[in-house]
């Protein structure tokens, strides 16, 4: 292996770590991320709410929710979720949405959580209203769920269909033969624009978006993507989204390489002569 050749075959190998980590960043847990992100105390606040709720302590729940909240509408909608609630410890209580916003009324703290009973799963909301004297309620509600919303759209391999499957080789494939073609794109001699070439071969062109958890799929035709292929998951209970393109670009390189070093080819054999 000349030194030249074992140069890139170096960078082939750092373009492929480069590439897994592109698709491990892309699939990192976004309840993860929503956890460090959420203020740890507003978090507590938030479960304790409910916790409340279950405990039937309505009248410390009115004494913390906004002044306007505090009607009979809103201790009848409290005894309603506590009627409504299981009356066993849940499981597990996970943090799926975490917001900021603000309204003619101030600005707002938005919670969500899954609440997992084993045989049932609830949804839950709560908002906060930010005043100078602390957090103060500004309204809730609860869904139940006969599944749990995390893992009916955790990514995982089990009982995946064609259109899957094959997202999920161009998943790979697409950045790490576009990055190889970047490497050996700026290394060829005699290419004119390499910049204009550089940025074609990069993106992906066309788009197909293939939801991981039902497998339906939709085609853009205009559309780009960076090095050919994307993932991503806006929540813990939302599916897990993956996009391909062509890699028209990339393509189209290599056929250039292959005539450019025909061409040089067939100057230096009449000299060689």
Not at 53 to 73: V, W
Not at 156 to 172: C, P, R, S
């Amino acid at each position: 292996m000349t030194g030249s050749t074992s140069v890139v075959f170096k960078r082939c190998i750092a373009a492929f770590i480069v590439c897994c980590a592109v698709i491990g960043v892309a699939g990192c847990n976004p309840q993860e991320a929503l956890e460090k992100m959420a203020p740890r105390d507003d978090d507590a606040a938030a479960r304790r709410f409910f916790d409340q709720i279950s405990r039937k302590e309505f009248d410390a729940i009115e004494a913390q929710a906004a002044e306007e909240l505090r009607t009979p509408q809103f201790r009848a909608a409290l005894e309603q979720t506590y009627n409504e609630l299981p009356k066993t410890e849940p499981k597990k209580v996970s943090l799926i949405g975490y917001g900021v916003f603000s309204n003619q009324s101030g600005t707002m703290q938005k919670f969500d959580y899954e609440v997992d009973y084993g045989s049932q799963w609830d949804l839950r909301q709560v908002v906060f209203k930010k005043t100078d004297s602390g957090l103060k309620v500004a309204g809730f509600h609860t869904w139940h769920a006969n599944k749990s919303l995390i893992e009916s759209n955790r990514f995982n391999l089990e009982n995946k269909g064609a259109t899957q499957w094959i997202a999920l080789v161009f998943l790979v494939f697409n950045p790490l033969f576009i990055i190889t073609s970047l490497i050996f794109c700026a290394r060829t001699k005699g290419l004119r624009r390499k910049w204009a070439w550089l940025i074609f071969v990069a993106l992906g062109i066309t788009c197909v978006t293939v939801n991981w958890s039902t497998g339906e799929w939709m085609f853009q035709l205009v559309q780009f993507q960076l090095l050919g292929a994307g993932a991503f998951q806006a929540s813990a209970i939302t599916p897990f989204i993956v996009k391909v393109g062509l890699p028209v670009g990339a393509t189209w390189f290599w056929w250039k390489r292959h005539k450019l070093k025909a061409i040089d080819q067939s100057q230096a054999a009449p000299n060689a002569g």
